[in-house]
């Protein structure tokens, strides 16, 4: 439970601010996708190599630390630009909020209800993000000014063409999500308990790549392996046991008698995703089981990484499945296209398998685990920087 109407906890309010962040993306992500894929492909690189640095020979870290520095930068670029996505305090706490948040939750979870009003406000843990939140808004506000400045200007018109997100919320009016790092975690850990995937997948970006000759939509869309190694990961982990979480606005009758009571809280289990009736070996990961189910006749499009259906729910289902899930699936795809294919990777040695965290309904990657990467020479090379 996050605590959204205290100080600190804001990003997570379902209040005005939040549909404005849904109209956004709903409504100018969505227009503006294959507008992000060439600056995200150019800034992709850079972030790599800024964050995993150079390995010339095999070299030990914690993969999942990394990967979020990269996601968050990326994210950075097309959420707020190229001059917040160069600032370090920024990337800093865009990658530590969430983790903070939900450990300030969990304490202030702790305090009797009565006395929460008060205590918040004593709290190490609340008093952090409280100044993590206020520091945001101090490093955001130039930017936001400008471009008020800039519509001004301009006749009260916003500017005909951005590729960030700071003018999306201007115009709604007038932050990192777990799930992809997690997502990303997932499947990397499948990749080095199944290495057997590494040739066909960057054999697959290969071909795909040179016979587009550029990242865009139609090279993503192409990388079917790699996305159905992805989905088959996120049908593989359900991240919760109890997610798609509502609450009934009224009293709810259900089709056997029983009565779910107004405010309470529901949600539903990921229990198809692994159910041997719905999925032949369920209880085994297989990297092309999405790709054969898009052979069949009529499901060419069925089984995309960012499709939504009742068998899997890992990016929710129906109208509040996420809006963010077409961005998500073309910035995993990018990240993991380049770690593939300018790394080896391997586990330490005496490290059988990745072993995941189980938390009460919660199902994680382990923030710990640590892998081996050494530099490769890839087969194509694509390395710039974004002119956003």
């Known amino acids: 439970m996050f605590f959204s109407n205290y100080p600190g906890f804001e990003a997570f309010a379902t209040t005005k601010q939040q549909r404005v962040f849904e109209y956004a993306v709903r409504n100018h992500l969505a227009q503006a996708l294959a507008l992000t894929i060439a600056p995200m492909a150019e800034e992709t690189p850079h972030s790599i190599r800024l964050v995993f640095g150079d390995a010339p020979d095999w070299k030990e870290l914690v993969f999942r630390d990394s990967i979020v520095q990269c996601i968050a930068r990326v994210n950075n670029l097309v959420f707020l630009g190229k001059e917040l996505m160069e600032n370090d305090e920024w990337i800093r706490i865009a990658v530590s909020y969430s983790t903070d948040a939900f450990v300030a939750a969990k304490k202030l979870a702790t305090v009797p209800a009565l006395l929460r009003p008060i205590m918040h406000w004593f709290l190490p843990e609340c008093q952090k993000i409280r100044h993590q939140i206020r520091r945001c808004r101090e490093l955001i506000a130039p930017e936001v000014e400008r471009r008020l400045r800039d519509i001004e200007n301009n006749g009260g018109k916003p500017r005909k063409r951005v590729l960030d997100s700071v003018d999306w919320f201007i115009g709604a009016e007038s932050g990192l999500d777990p799930h992809t790092t997690n997502t990303l975690c997932f499947a990397f850990s499948d990749l080095l308990d199944h290495p057997e995937y ?9 071909n795909v790549y040179n016979d587009v000759g550029e990242w865009n939509k139609a090279t993503l869309a192409n990388l079917r392996l790699m996305d159905s190694f992805i989905k088959e990961s996120q049908r593989y982990h359900p991240m919760r046991e109890f997610n798609m979480t509502r609450v009934c606005l009224k009293n709810v009758t259900l089709s056997d008698g029983h009565v779910l009571p107004e405010g ?86 005496g490290t059988a398998k990745v072993r995941h965290l189980h938390n009460g309904l919660d199902h994680r990657p382990n923030p710990m685990q640590k892998v081996m990467l050494r530099n490769r020479t890839p087969e194509i090379d694509f390395v710039g920087r974004s002119a956003i």
């Open 264 to 349: 309470a809280l529901v949600g539903f289990g990921p229990v198809l995703q692994s159910d041997p009736s719905v999925w032949p070996n369920a209880d085994m990961f297989d990297g092309y089981r999405f790709l054969k189910l898009r052979q069949q006749p009529g499901d060419e499009n069925r089984w995309q990484l960012a499709s939504t259906a009742p068998e899997i729910t890992s990016f929710g289902y129906g109208t509040h499945a996420c809006p963010g899930r077409f961005f998500a699936a073309n910035e995993m795809k990018l990240l993991m296209a380049h770690l593939i294919l300018h790394y080896d990777w391997k586990l330490p040695e």
């Open 198 to 206: 590494l040739k066909p997948l960057r054999e697959e970006l290969v």
